[in-house]
């Protein structure tokens, strides 16, 4: 891999000698040519600067990152609520902002619950160890599947053969070995605020089509407490803003992880996701 800092004193080589070829085509006097070697100097020590800047603010960023992922990673239940907004691009290529709010309790490996509800939907899902369970109260449908993984596994799984995505639960493999790593190109620490009575700490990055912006509270404990991003493959640009509420994880106990089924539930089945046809069948 090239070395930026040594991309930004070619830099500069390349500009000097452009400098030198001018002064001479022009005839400008050696009492004016310092000053253009000086000015050529500045520019280029101000490039490998701002590069030597952009690398120690994405190395700042990670440890951020990283110190949030290990207290995560280091609960062993975890309990937030969330408030979310969601651009959904409708067919005539237009966002249209859905609101929602999730309550999400985790208890490793192999416990979950979500309440999810937003503006178009409601939807509960359970995770026991055993089995995982959708349910759609007011559409008056449930549906189960066997699930005797961790919960993790048993999310990529339903995600991949079901088309059944859950928002917000990426903060539980967070630190984790499994986790996916992450590639920052810019990061920028924006400052310090107050958010839900904690002190944090606002993060500017942008990784791949992803620009994100992260608010992690300051201290031993690092938490995510507002999340916003930007999916910049996408023409329309639709952005994903969640506040996150933490709570107190102590009260989580198994009876939270067993969906209850009432009789006027009706039992459906999942179909799997049909993959798409290759190109020329």
């Known amino acids: 891999m090239n070395n930026p ?8 080589q390349r500009l000097i000698t452009v400098a030198l070829g001018a002064a001479l085509i022009t005839g400008i006097g050696a009492a004016t040519t310092p000053s ?22 994405i190395k700042a960023a990670y440890e951020a990152l990283n110190a949030m992922g290990k207290t995560l990673a ?20 237009k966002k249209m902002a859905v609101n929602g709010t999730a309550s999400v309790r985790f208890e490793r490996p192999d416990h979950l619950f979500v309440d999810l509800k937003t503006d178009t939907m409601e939807r509960q899902f359970y995770h026991d160890g055993n089995q995982f369970t959708v349910i759609a109260k007011k559409d008056g449908y449930y549906g189960q599947l066997p699930a005797s993984a961790s919960t993790r596994e048993v999310l990529i799984k339903t995600a991949k053969d079901y088309g059944i995505e859950i928002p917000v639960v990426d903060l539980l493999e967070w630190g984790t070995p499994e986790a996916r790593k992450i590639d920052l190109k810019k990061a920028k620490r924006m400052g310090e605020t107050t958010l839900d009575g904690k002190a944090v700490e606002h993060w500017a990055l942008h990784s791949g089509g992803l620009d994100w912006e992260i608010w992690i509270t300051t201290g031993d404990k690092r938490l995510p407490m507002k999340l916003i991003t ?11 803003t969640a506040e996150v509420h933490w709570r107190d994880a102590s009260s989580i106990n198994d009876t939270m992880f067993s969906p209850h089924l009432s009789s006027d539930l009706k039992p459906i089945t999942f179909n799997k996701i049909q993959p798409a046809p290759e190109a020329g069948q």
């Open 230 to 240: 930007t999916n910049n493959h996408l023409p329309e640009k639709p952005q994903f």
């Open 36 to 57: 253009v070697f000086a000015a050529i100097g500045r520019h280029a020590s101000q490039a490998e600067n701002a590069v030597q800047s952009d690398q120690a603010s």
């Open 74 to 93: 280091s609960q062993q239940k975890l309990a937030y609520d969330i408030k979310m907004v969601t651009d959904v691009i409708t067919g005539k290529g």
């Open 5 to 12: 800092s040594k991309r930004a004193r070619r830099s500069g």
